[in-house]
């Protein structure tokens, strides 16, 4: 049996309670709306619907928060255009059109639930001019209708949410960090358990050992790939749900500070692992063969100069990793925090003691074993933010919140397209004067908004259209049919939950929500349940009509102006994390971890996104293997993973920077102050350059030069000065790979 089809015919116990919540909380809305006699029960249904999506308590209070928010500004903005163009019609629909531009770039710069609420203020809004246009003196009372619907709706999904079945955001909170972690420490598990290339590659004598060797790579490559991508995905997760903690208790906001520190630490650690590992494997992240199955010079020639620095690595380092290897398989595999404290701090000595100990130690091998160290100590930090997530009670936090990453472009994009979408709507209606028209501007106004949270909504809004036309026999049957026949409340209820129930089952499984949820909307939409209610299948066929034209504009409104693809994505991304590498130099470096650091964790969620679809685009396009049995091209563009690389290398200059500066603390020479900054500047100009393919230029040539001023002046320590010219090392060899992968993707 399908699993679409197992969906309603064996559903899970999850499923039944979700659709009988569901029901509940849109049959309380109802109720309650017939109840005050108010004028348009069904807002008040399709309200209580849109908060069922995420059934979690916290979540459900949350987002009731922003709906009724945004209706009330929503609202308040109508009141004033119906008071200044009530007799203007052409100006009012005007004035609506340029606030939901506005509310669509908030929403594009939002997050969540408070994008959510700014669409929601651009429908509030819209409906309430459209419908007060014909009769501008009872515009007041319309707006005040529309507001008690709303959030009426929301009372109820609310009250529902905390008393029947109740699903805590604290437990799914705890589920996604512990995904988190455990993905993180098996992906570690496996960097520190693969052997030096340079070790590997000497015991491959014969071709068929060197096609063996390449096909584990590549197993290699795609086990540690697919943990990686697992790991951030639960910390995408975290960051956007963890808002709703705040609504379940006090210790709500504790919760919230562990999963800042949790996605923030997470991010340090993958940043300096990618380093560390391009260091050991230069074969990684690099597709190491032409088209015609033979190595590059370029990439002959950076395999040299990694190796000979690997082969510096003393056999005491190279055995400690493969320790670091097992000690974490063995923490992924057991949860137990107490032991895992434990191995890490005795860990963590040891590379103090190998890193003094060592009496001929490289610049390069001393900033590995830091380099490890500082591995070590997020590994303990993310062991505590996952306590602070479970237990809040137990751990203090002071963990402020991450910064975002605003595309300011992007939403400027996304609010011309609603504009345009709602001004073509608004223009048919008036030149048809046709009624239904409205619930055509209704809809492309509500999935602009919403398709605005999807980083590609191409593949959804087929999945709307056919919620659509599963809806229009269902409303004939259900909406026109039988509840012509009800003469109470209660059996009416009952029909009418039938396409409700069955729509909100199949919105549990993710293959088949973006049909169900549309589904339980428009048969909401279409039947429009009212104390005055018409059962004509002309009346019902007209309205399906309408939302039709509505889809149909929208999706030639996202075809004429589409969403700005992963290559906008990476162009803004990059730029703004080069930006951010400059302002290093002159921000404070109090905070300088902190700011940095949330600005580029939103941006690695962001581009692991954009990898994961990537991937999913070059798996689709792929044909297999070819007949040398080597991995095809695009396989090899997926392997290499080069937009999310890229954040990470960011992330890691970022953190040099702020090593640097801190260290020289605060009385700095004013020739150590202008070295800095032109290494700062540089390592965001050749950042910049590797981005598009080309080699660096600039940095090495600064950091001679630091090096030279910092010696002559003596701001920094022998120790110091020997991490630091390893750094510079490291980050040269990550730049020259990260070109490559760019010339090869």
């Not at 396409?499 to 049909?515: D, E, N, Q, T």
């Not at 600005?599 to 070819?626: I, P, V």
Request: charged content about 20%.
């Amino acid at each position: 049996m399908s699993p679409a089809l197992a969906a309603f015919l064996r559903p899970s116990p999850f499923a039944l309670k979700f659709a009988t919540k569901g029901v509940l909380a849109m049959a309380l809305a109802l109720y309650a709306a017939f109840f005050f006699d108010l004028d348009r029960p069904y807002w008040a249904l399709i309200s209580a619907a849109f908060l069922q999506t995420r059934p979690m308590s916290g979540m459900v209070v949350e987002k009731g928060i922003c709906q009724v928010t945004g209706t009330f500004v929503g609202t308040c903005v109508a009141v004033v255009i119906m008071g200044c163009f009530a007799q203007v019609p052409e100006l009012a629909l005007g004035s609506v059109t340029l606030w939901i531009g506005l509310c669509i770039y908030g929403a594009s710069l939002t997050h969540n639930n408070l994008s959510y609420g700014c669409v929601m203020a651009a429908v509030a809004c819209m409906i309430i001019v459209v419908l007060t246009s014909s009769a501008p003196d009872d515009f007041f009372s319309v707006a005040l209708a529309r507001l008690s619907e709303l959030s009426l709706g929301a009372l109820c999904a609310v009250v529902v949410s905390a008393l029947v079945w109740p699903i805590r955001v604290r437990d799914h909170l705890g589920q996604l960090a512990d995904t988190a972690v455990n993905a993180t420490f098996r992906y570690m598990a496996l960097a520190f358990s693969m052997p030096l290339e340079a070790d590997r590659a000497g015991s491959q004598d014969t071709a068929g050992q060197s096609q063996a060797h390449s096909q584990d790579q590549q197993r290699e490559r795609m086990a540690m790939l697919e943990q990686m991508m697992t790991g951030l995905d639960a910390l995408n997760n975290l960051e956007i749900d963890a808002h709703s903690a705040r609504y379940e208790g006090p210790q709500g906001k504790g919760r919230i500070r562990g999963v800042h520190l949790l996605t923030r630490r997470s991010m340090r650690l993958y940043a300096t692992l990618k380093a560390l590992h391009q260091l050991r494997h230069p074969e990684f992240f690099v597709p190491s063969q032409n088209d015609d199955g033979k190595p590059s010079a370029q990439t002959r020639e950076l395999n040299q100069a990694q190796n000979q620095e690997a082969e510096r690595f003393s056999q005491p380092t190279q055995d400690l990793m493969q320790r670091l290897g097992a000690a974490f398989q063995s923490m992924a595999d057991n949860q137990g925090t107490a032991q895992a404290r434990k191995t890490l701090k005795e860990l963590r000595g040891e590379c103090l003691r190998l890193s003094r100990g060592q009496r001929s130690i490289t610049a390069l091998e001393a900033r590995l074993l830091f380099s490890l160290r500082e591995v070590l100590g997020h590994a303990l930090v993310i062991l505590q933010a996952r306590e602070v997530i479970n237990h809040p009670g137990r751990h203090q936090l002071r963990q402020p919140s991450m910064s975002w990453h605003r595309d300011h472009g992007r939403a400027a994009i996304d609010a011309l397209r609603a504009m345009a979408i709602f001004s073509a709507t608004a223009i048919f209606w008036l030149a048809t004067a046709w009624d239904n028209g409205a619930v055509a501007m209704l809809l492309g106004t509500l999935f602009s908004g919403i398709f605005v949270s999807r980083g590609d909504p191409a593949p959804i809004i087929p999945m709307v259209l056919k919620g659509l036309l599963l809806a229009v026999p269902s409303v004939l049957l259900f909406g026109n049919v039988m509840l012509s026949h009800a003469q109470h409340f209660v059996p009416f209820v009952i029909i009418f939950s039938i396409p409700l129930f069955i729509g909100l089952l199949g919105a549990v499984v993710p293959a088949l929500a973006g049909i169900a949820l549309p589904f339980v909307v428009f048969n909401i939409l279409l039947v429009m349940p009212d104390n005055g209610m018409t059962f004509d299948v002309a009346y019902t066929l007209n309205r399906s009509l309408a939302a039709g034209i509505g889809l149909i504009v929208t999706i030639i409104g996202f075809r004429l102006i589409p969403v700005p693809g992963a290559g906008w994505d990476k162009r803004q991304l990059i730029r703004a994390t080069a930006s951010d590498i400059r302002e290093l130099a002159e921000r404070s470096t109090e905070r300088l971890d902190s700011w940095f650091g949330g600005r580029m964790g939103d941006r690695l969620l962001r581009l692991a996104r954009h990898e994961q679809t990537r991937s999913r685009e070059q798996e689709a396009r792929r044909s297999g293997e070819n007949a040398s049995g080597q991995p095809d091209e695009a396989q090899q563009q997926m392997v290499g993973m080069p937009l999310l690389t890229l954040g990470l290398t960011g992330m890691d200059i970022g953190r040099g920077i702020g090593f640097v500066r801190r260290e020289l603390g605060n009385e700095v020479p004013r020739p150590v102050q202008h070295a800095l900054r032109e290494l700062i500047h540089a390592l965001a100009d050749d950042y910049q350059h590797c981005a598009r393919g080309e080699s660096p230029t600039r940095m090495r040539a600064a950091g001679d030069r630091l090096c030279e001023v910092i010696e002559q002046h003596r701001t920094m320590s022998r120790h110091k000065q020997a991490l630091l010219a390893g750094w510079l090392t490291r980050v040269q060899l990550t730049l020259q790979s990260d070109a490559l992968r760019q010339q090869r993707s």
